[in-house]
């Protein structure tokens, strides 16, 4: 270790024995060579044919939301939209828990990247990651954004992170559902979290928490990736997994600002993070050849399995999980945007993959129109992805990521209405799911149909069409968008039996009214922009 280093760590040791936190000894700020050759050393993973680490999570191999909780406390207490998504745990509860998991911190090694979330240097939040894996703290060195040299030096945080595979809670004693964790605190600026190896828990907890402090700064925090063009014609694609947000913002044409997590301040778009965390079931090089091309040395490969003898990465198999990831740095995307910063949004796109096969590819909506569909944020999960799905099932997850909002999805719709309003920002709805039918029945929209969809928005070659209303979704449709099938723009034309198809989509308009009853103090304007029965 060198002396700047070992300074570092020494500062970094003290500001934690600060906060009651004794450590025997950290790697502060490793560079992710010396945290792949640690990871690799503890037998944590092992490096795959094109050089990405690759590690299995365990027990869990996606998000816990119900083992998700936030603090109760005078900051939160009338602040959190508490409820099915937003659990709280007491302060009391949570000192039991953080007082045991300071006694088995105790004298032990573990891993520290101190960074910011957020691009915009005036915004940013300077948070520290501590964790007991190497092959952790490199997921957090590549997902967030890094410091340099003098930032490294001055380095101070204002809320930090602890994740700690092996400590587990007691449910009985503690008022957690399960011996996992995430807390957030925010009085104590502290998440801890605990009994789970996935990595997406720490970049999930960071992102619930600049949704939660943006709002009163006046910055609209998104669910959303992010590209911009030659002329600054910035767009975002919101939608829940699956949905083609990363694929989509991955565009040769265009320029990557991010793929998950953004912020939308006077000044404009900025990135949230300093990397990507993209699905990898099914990845196939035609079709995303910038990720394809981005899981090299450097990138952590989740779940994914790999063959021990070539160290071939088998992205079709999905059998430890359909939620293979890969996190790597945006740098290893071509051209992407570095500092993470874009105009205002020129064009907003809500994404949705509809295995039903009713809603239409592609919908214009109004500001009304694109406040009711952000709040509904509809998709459907298929059968096989979760235990117990045997058939296509809709989900309805308000503003496009209800476990990451902790505020009312009104005061989030607010906010985005304004943006709309203030930048004569368009709004689209592209479904990226399937037509001609339902799952199993019809076909799932081509890939490169809804490149030429997203491009026609973006060019605003769409702007220029005639469009048709689609009544029982209440929406506009054109009739023709450049390289697209024309027959398949409106989807009762693709089904064989138009009364099945009439039925279809009667039963999923109803869901989405019964779902919408939910938000009590919504204008009646945005009410009447989703779907009639």
């Not at 045997?390 to 308000?398: A, D, G």
Request: proline share 5%; net charge neutral; charged share 20%.
């Amino acid at each position: 270790m060198n002396v700047d280093r070992m300074s570092r760590a020494a500062k970094c040791l003290e500001q934690l024995e600060k906060s009651g936190i004794k450590v025997g000894r950290i790697h502060h700020n490793l560079p992710p060579a010396s945290l792949i050759e640690v990871a690799i050393r503890k037998r944590e993973g092992m490096l795959s044919l094109t050089g990405a680490l690759t590690v299995n999570t365990g027990k869990y191999t996606g998000r816990s939301p119900d083992d998700r909780f936030i603090v109760d406390d005078e900051i939160t207490h009338n602040t959190v939209d508490w409820g099915k998504v937003n659990h709280s745990l007491s302060q009391e509860k949570y000192d039991l828990i953080f007082d045991r998991l300071k006694d088995h911190l105790d004298k032990k090694e573990y891993f520290v990247f101190d960074g910011f979330v957020g691009a915009d240097t005036t915004v940013r939040l300077p948070i520290r990651v501590l964790t007991d894996k190497a092959w952790q703290c490199l997921f957090a060195t590549q997902i967030f954004v890094r410091p340099n040299a003098n930032e490294v030096q001055a380095f101070q945080p204002e809320f930090s992170l602890i994740s700690v595979n092996d400590f587990k809670a007691n449910p009985e004693i503690e008022g957690t559902k399960s011996e996992t964790f995430i807390i957030i605190n925010f009085t104590k600026k502290m998440i801890i979290i605990g009994s789970t190896s996935y990595a997406g828990e720490i970049k999930k907890a960071m992102f619930s928490v600049m949704s939660y402090l943006l709002p009163a700064k006046g910055i609209f925090p998104m669910h959303c990736s992010a590209n911009v063009g030659q002329n600054g014609d910035a767009a975002l694609f919101f939608g829940l997994s699956g949905t083609g947000k990363t694929t989509l913002s991955a565009d040769r044409e265009r320029y990557l600002v991010g793929d998950d997590e953004h912020g939308w301040s006077q000044n404009g778009i900025f990135n949230f993070e300093g990397g990507c965390y993209a699905k990898c079931i099914n990845l196939k090089k035609e079709n995303e050849p910038q990720i394809w091309n981005a899981i090299r040395f450097g990138a952590v490969m989740e779940n994914v399995v790999v063959n021990q003898n070539t160290r071939i990465a088998d992205f079709n198999d999905g059998g430890i999980t359909e939620n293979t990831r890969v996190v790597y740095p945006l740098e290893f995307i071509p051209d992407s945007i570095i500092p993470s910063l874009a105009p205002h949004a020129r064009v907003i796109i809500f994404l949705t993959a509809d295995a039903f096969g009713v809603m239409p590819p592609i919908s214009k909506l109004t500001r009304e129109g694109g406040m009711y569909h952000f709040m509904s944020g509809y998709t459907s999960k298929l059968a096989g992805t979760e235990r117990g799905i045997t058939e296509p099932q809709e989900t309805f997850s308000q503003c496009f990521g209800a476990p990451f909002m902790l505020l009312s999805a009104g005061r989030y719709a607010q906010m985005l209405g304004q943006k709309i309003l203030s930048h004569n920002t368009k709004v689209y709805l592209i479904n990226t799911g399937w037509y001609g039918g339902p799952y199993g029945v019809g076909k799932r929209i081509n890939l490169n149909y809804t490149r030429s969809m997203v491009r026609a928005v973006i060019s605003g070659l769409l702007e220029n069409e005639s469009f048709e209303h689609h009544d029982i979704f209440n929406l506009d449709i054109p009739t023709a968008c450049p390289r697209v099938p024309p027959e398949i723009l409106n989807p009762a034309n693709t089904w064989p039996d138009k009364e099945k198809y009439n039925t279809a989509a009667r039963r999923l308009a109803s869901l989405f009214v019964k779902n919408f009853e939910k938000f009590n103090d919504v204008p009646q304007q945005i009410k009447r922009a989703g779907p009639f029965l």
